[in-house]
């Protein structure tokens, strides 16, 4: 089965910088790679995703790659905000609607003032 | 976009009793949900799928006697602990996929006292 790897558990930035989570994924076959943020007590939202097709996708200060021959993918978040304090997970799965997520462990995003 | 609704968002109960959890998918029809539980600062581990219309899939190490799972219609998914225990106390998630996109419930967060 799949099995995703993500690093770091906890990033610490100072409001401004700019903050790179990164997964390993193993199944060659997986082909949808989301991005989750969630926030304490609450469950996760997506936030960015990006098929196998495509490279790179940004959505305003968040931005995804994909080296599918590496099998990695990291998130991107530019300049950084206290609000953007929160775990992000990512994931990794075939496409079909029927097959669940596969998830990394979670990192912890710090943004201090 | 689509919107997956958990109720409730969080319940105390006695040792002994059950408890129903609801997953509704509000803006689409989804054959397959899906059932996490999440322990403090852990990722999700899938539970279980639930299949509209027939029995669920548990994952190893999953009671299905303990963890009963409905799935009656294509927009509600129920998830109900039997003789809950202190230790079923946790934070349980419900997730539906849309063509590709999968979404979260906002958790339901379970004590058992």
């Known amino acids: 089965g799949e099995n995703v790897e993500q690093h770091p558990s906890t990033l610490s930035v100072q409001e401004g910088d700019s903050a790179v989570i990164k997964c390993t994924y193993s199944?060659?076959?997986?082909?949808?790679f989301p991005w989750y943020k969630q926030e304490l007590g609450k469950g996760p939202q997506l936030i960015i995703d990006?098929?196998?097709?495509?490279g790179e996708k940004k959505d305003q200060r968040i931005a995804v790659t994909l080296n599918k021959t590496a099998k990695h993918f990291s998130l991107h978040i530019t300049e950084t905000q206290p609000e953007d304090s929160a775990v992000y997970f990512c994931?990794?799965?075939?496409?079909?609607?029927?097959?669940?997520?596969?998830f990394g462990k979670g990192t912890m995003l710090l943004v201090s003032p | 976009g689509a919107v997956v609704s958990q109720h409730p968002s969080r319940v105390i109960c006695k040792s002994g009793t059950s408890v129903k959890i609801e997953c509704r998918s509000l803006?689409?029809?989804?054959?397959?949900m899906f059932w996490y539980r999440q322990f403090p600062k852990q990722s999700l581990m899938l539970m279980a799928t639930?299949?509209?219309?027939?029995?669920?899939?548990?994952e190893q190490g999953v009671e299905k006697d303990k963890f009963l799972i409905n799935h009656a219609s294509l927009t509600l998914s129920t998830l109900t602990v039997t003789s809950a225990h202190p230790e079923d106390s946790s934070f349980y998630i419900c997730?539906?996929?849309?063509?590709?996109?999968?979404?979260f419930g906002q958790g339901t967060r379970l004590t058992v006292v």
């Open positions: 803006d689409f029809q989804a054959t397959t």
């Open positions: 994931a990794a799965s075939p496409p079909s609607g029927y097959s669940t997520l596969t």
């Open positions: 639930s299949n509209e219309g027939s029995k669920a899939t548990y």
């Open positions: 997730s539906a996929r849309g063509r590709t996109e999968a979404f």
């Open positions: 990006i098929r196998s097709n495509v």
């Open positions: 199944d060659s076959a997986s082909n949808y």
